[in-house]
């Protein structure tokens, strides 16, 4: 049976305890992935790239300590495999919670008056605005110098990029929005590549 890196189609996991997973797989899916849900340390083995959906932090990061996921996920993206993290996913990723990225989250930032909300933002490397759609998101408070900041509400950051991590307080994956999946995939297949032609000198 042909494994996914021999394929060539890459292996993205998306983290499923909890929260808004089934979106990002399908997505995925339809931009020619191949999709695993992760669950427990074992659905992380070979994976080429994570994504950690939105959802409630405080689930996930109590799913996360009973799953034993924090030390082999960290591991994963410690590797420099890509990694995609939207609303809690993002604040997942924080210095307060598994301190993969150089950045501290607000969480339910925007207030209770502006639950959710929807606008259009610039991306420096996109061509037409991302239609981004905002659920009690987080923002990000503070960040460290080796990340970028890609996209800001009120000047309050609410995307950014650190080496091979991109966070965004909102959801793509439920407005249609594919673009950063896209970026994100092209990441994994660029990376995949890399470590091909290596093995291969
Ligand atoms: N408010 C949630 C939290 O703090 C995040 C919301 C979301 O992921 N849509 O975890």
């Not at 494994?3 to 305890?17: C, D």
């Not at 790239?49 to 996920?73: D, K, N, Y």
């Not at 939207?86 to 604040?91: F, P, Q, R």
């Amino acid at each position: 049976m042909a494994h996914a890196a021999v394929s060539g189609t890459p292996l993205v996991g998306v983290l499923a305890l909890q929260g808004g997973f089934g979106a990002h797989l399908r997505m995925l899916r339809d931009l020619g992935a191949e999709v695993r849900e992760v669950r427990v340390p074992a659905d992380l083995e070979g994976l080429d790239g994570l994504v950690l959906p939105g959802g409630e932090s405080t689930t996930m990061t109590l799913g996360i300590a009973r799953e034993g996921l924090a030390e082999p996920l960290s591991a994963l993206v410690r590797s420099g495999a890509p990694v995609l993290g939207t609303c809690a996913g993002l604040i997942m990723l924080d210095r307060e919670h598994l301190g993969l990225m150089d950045i501290t989250a607000r969480r339910n930032a925007f207030g209770r008056q502006l639950h959710s909300f929807e606008t259009d933002l610039d991306f420096p490397d996109l061509d037409e605005p991302v239609h981004a759609v905002f659920i009690r998101a987080p923002w990000i408070d503070e960040h460290g110098a080796g990340v970028e900041v890609l996209a800001s509400v009120d000047g309050h950051a609410v995307a950014a990029r650190e080496g091979e991590i991109t966070v965004v307080a909102f959801h793509p994956e439920l407005s249609g929005e594919h673009r950063l999946h896209a970026q994100f995939l092209e990441r994994v297949r660029e990376r995949m590549a890399a470590s091909r032609a290596s093995r291969d000198d």
